[in-house]
């Protein structure tokens, strides 16, 4: 099983930037897939997560309003649409696989290597 995240750089403050993760290895369209982020010193939080179908997604607070997940499961991939990016969002972003998604890391199996997303001030 692979998780391949990518998309991830260095974006001004007010601006966007937009994750994706391409899966293989596994039945992309039975798992609910998570995107987490963990900033230095840091434990790694939930930020967004969908279900298998796409129909049902959930968001972290902090992100809610500027954050879109979503999924294309002909290309076994999903995406993390990032808007109005604020410097505490700089962490290391992992998108994750759970054939139950929720806010919580224990039930992601499957995880990506990251993705570094620096937002400057």
């Known amino acids: 099983v692979q998780l391949q995240a990518s998309g991830g750089g260095l974006v001004q403050a007010g601006g966007s930037l937009r994750l994706s993760c391409a899966v293989s290895?596994?039945?992309?369209?039975?798992?609910?897939m998570g995107w987490f982020r963990q900033a230095p010193g840091k434990e790694r939080e939930f930020v967004a997560a969908?279900?298998?179908?796409?129909?049902?997604?959930y968001y972290a607070d902090s992100v809610k309003g500027r954050f879109t997940i979503s999924r294309d499961n002909a290309k076994n991939t999903v995406y993390l649409q990032m808007n109005s990016l604020k410097s505490e969002d700089t962490a290391v972003y992992y998108c994750?696989?759970?054939?139950?998604?929720?806010?919580?890391?224990?039930?992601?199996?499957?995880w990506g290597q990251g993705t570094q997303v620096t937002v400057s001030s």
């Open positions: 969908i279900n298998w179908s796409g129909d049902s997604t």
């Open positions: 994750a696989a759970a054939l139950s998604p929720t806010h919580n890391i224990r039930p992601y199996g499957y």
């Open positions: 290895g596994l039945t992309f369209s039975s798992y609910g």
